[in-house]
């Protein structure tokens, strides 16, 4: 862990929400602590440098995990340090398999994503890298239950929802993602895409993190929208509507 790993996590710990980005690491951790048990089956769709995945398996030491990330350096030490406790894959994933062209930004790799969007860094040093895109469902087994999902891909959220039809419909699983102008308009994504694939297609319902663990009303359309056009909010939890 680097300077500016550890750092986050003593925030995170203070609770000194800095910026939004530390805000949701903190009520991630606290969501997760509250859903996840001991025996969860847990995915983590953009695993970067595994800190949620660490915290999923203090949290589920009994559970079968998988965790994506498509970036070979990130992989590779992710790899190293969890392959005995999770399956580690390389993929990038979305609702189509194949190769894809991938944009990795070397100077701020957590904004890395298939198709490029809106940085927050100044002049981002982007490699295109060729990788594996492949589906959800089509890498985990269908007899494991999957209990938990989080999903930061930059924007690509719906292509990997869209990829894990099977698993929401039989798992119905809790799912925290990102989504919003800047980065998800870029694949082509609307605020009624995702609102209405996740509350129509497979009856969830859809909060902020504060309002799901405030035991809050669920989002109505026209406030998802208004969240994913301003960023005012840009990481939601899904559920299903009888949880």
């Keep these: 862990m680097d300077i500016r790993d550890t750092l986050r996590s003593i925030l995170n710990i203070?609770?000194?929400d800095l910026n939004k980005s530390l805000e949701y690491d903190r009520l991630?951790?606290?969501?997760m602590r509250k859903v996840i048990t001991p025996t969860s089956n847990c995915i983590d769709v953009g695993c970067h440098k595994g800190e949620m995945l660490n915290h999923i398996l203090k949290s589920a030491p009994n559970g079968k995990h998988f965790a994506f990330e498509p970036i070979p350096s990130l992989f590779k030490q992710l790899q190293y340090k969890y392959s005995k406790s999770a399956a580690i894959l390389p993929y990038a994933l979305s609702d189509k398999k194949g190769t894809?062209?991938?944009n990795y930004v070397k100077n701020?790799?957590?904004?890395?994503?298939?198709?490029k969007r809106t940085y927050v860094v100044e002049n981002p040093d982007i490699e295109e890298i060729t990788v594996e895109m492949m589906r959800l469902d089509d890498c985990i087994p269908q007899d494991i239950p999957i209990h938990f999902i989080k999903i930061?891909?930059?924007?690509g959220e719906f292509g990997v929802l869209k990829g894990a039809e099977r698993i929401i419909n039989e798992s119905k699983p809790i799912i925290l993602f990102e989504s919003g102008l800047?980065?998800?308009?870029?694949?082509?994504?609307?605020?009624?895409?995702i609102?209405?694939?996740l509350t129509n297609e497979f009856s969830m319902n859809i909060f902020t993190l504060k309002t799901w663990l405030?035991?809050?009303?669920?989002?109505?359309?026209?406030?998802?929208?208004?969240?994913f056009t301003s960023n005012e909010e840009y990481y939601f939890l899904a559920c299903p509507k009888n949880s």
């Design 100 to 102: 894809t062209t991938f």
């Design 108 to 115: 701020a790799p957590a904004y890395s994503g298939i198709n």
């Design 28 to 31: 991630t951790k606290k969501i």
């Design 14 to 16: 203070l609770h000194l």
């Design 182 to 193: 800047g980065a998800s308009d870029f694949y082509g994504t609307t605020a009624e895409d």
């Design 152 to 155: 930061d891909v930059e924007g």
């Design 214 to 227: 405030n035991q809050g009303k669920p989002l109505t359309k026209e406030e998802f929208m208004r969240y």
């Design 195 to 197: 609102f209405g694939f």
